[in-house]
């Protein structure tokens, strides 16, 4: 079965350090994948997204992710974190052709400030 | 703007009783999901539909069923509630991918149930 690893649990960072969270997936096909963000208290939203094109994807925010396909992998990184940042990451990658996406068992980084 | 709204933000559910969790999207989208969100286990896929009328399992549907009679609604029920089933559901929409991977998904604000 397809499955989507996040390698980090729990990140503590401080403000203005940088960002790199890991994200691989087992699905040898083509992928779609995404990066969304929870922030404290609300919905789920889309940060980032490769469907084709440039392995380099920006997303909102400054965010950026690096789809290495060799690799399995696309992770999420930031140059800079702000303590707004401070929120739970999780990656997904779609199930094949089905239109659905499975996640990663996300990501809390916490930014103090 | 995109919305996709939830009947209940919390909820509180005694064992054994039956529960309905209501998803609406104002998109048009043909997909619709229903996750329930555990720390450290990320989102876990329980329902999908795919059309009106259309729904298959996902990853943990024991315990729950769907409705869905129209293409902006969906439906999550609880048959009997039970302890286990104390989570975050959260409900998402997107368009059909026709065939090609996944389309970007929408979510809800989730509903917070507690089954004491």
């Known amino acids: 079965a397809q499955s989507v690893s996040q390698h980090n649990h729990h990140v503590i960072l401080s403000e203005a350090a940088s960002l790199e969270l890991g994200c691989n997936y087992s699905?040898?096909?083509?992928?779609?994948l995404f990066w969304y963000v929870q922030y404290p208290g609300q919905h789920l939203q889309l940060l980032l997204k490769?469907?084709?094109?440039?392995?380099l994807v920006k997303g909102i925010k400054g965010f950026e992710a690096e789809f290495i396909k060799s690799k399995f992998s696309f992770n999420l990184r930031k140059p800079s974190v702000q303590w707004s940042d401070t929120a739970e990451y999780f990656c997904?990658?779609?199930?094949?052709?089905?239109?659905?996406?499975?996640f990663g068992q996300g990501t809390t980084l916490q930014v103090k400030p | 703007d995109v919305k996709v709204t939830q009947s209940s933000r919390y909820l509180v559910k005694r064992t054994g009783e039956k529960v309905f969790l209501e998803c609406v999207q104002d998109?048009?989208?043909?997909?619709m999901f229903w996750y329930r969100q555990d720390p450290g286990l990320g989102l876990r896929l329980i329902y999908f539909?795919?059309?009106?009328?259309?729904?298959e399992k996902g990853d943990i549907p024991e315990g729950y069923s769907v409705s869905r009679e129209k293409k902006e609604r969906f439906s999550l029920i609880l048959e009997s509630a039970s302890t286990n089933q104390t989570s975050m559901y959260l409900c998402?929409?997107?368009?059909?991918?026709?065939?090609?991977?996944?389309?970007?998904?929408?979510f809800g604000p989730g509903t917070r149930l507690t089954v004491t």
């Open positions: 998109m048009d989208h043909e997909n």
């Open positions: 699905y040898g096909g083509t992928v779609n």
């Open positions: 490769y469907f084709s094109g440039d392995p």
């Open positions: 539909s795919y059309d009106v009328k259309m729904k």
């Open positions: 998402a929409s997107s368009t059909y991918s026709l065939g090609f991977g996944a389309n970007e998904q929408y």
């Open positions: 997904a990658v779609n199930e094949g052709n089905t239109g659905k996406l499975i």
